[in-house]
Nanobody, 118 residues
């Protein structure tokens, strides 16, 4: 599966952005789809994930109540709606997938930069 994240940009604190992740290839082998981010000078961290089949979601504490993950399997697309953005949300956001029978996320797409300004 190949992934391409988009939708990043510059936004003021308190604002919103919607990221998209377009998938191509053998998406039927995907169990979970997830968003991760890498803050400046830090390691990549988990943000949220969604089950491709059931739609069940999971969020990191930093994302709960502000971010919403969704997907449309027919369009092979996943979104991350980010509201009430904070300065500390500034990061490169990546999408990735976890395949059936695999323990970790793979197929990292090129990230999209989100910059939150004061």
């Amino acid at each position: 599966v190949q992934l391409q994240a988009s939708g990043g940009g510059l936004v003021q604190a308190g604002g919103s952005l919607r990221l998209s992740c377009a998938a191509s290839g053998r998406t039927s082998s995907v169990l979970f789809m997830g968003w991760f981010r890498q803050l400046p000078g830090k390691e990549r961290e988990y943000v949220t994930s969604i089950s491709r089949n059931t739609g069940n979601t999971h969020y990191a504490d930093s994302a709960k109540g502000r971010f919403t993950i969704s997907r449309d399997n027919a369009k092979n697309t996943m979104w991350l709606q980010m509201n009430d953005l904070k300065l500390e949300d500034t990061a490169v956001y990546y999408c990735a997938v976890r395949y059936f029978g695999r323990a970790s996320y793979e197929s990292w797409g090129r990230g999209t930069l989100v910059t939150v300004s004061s």
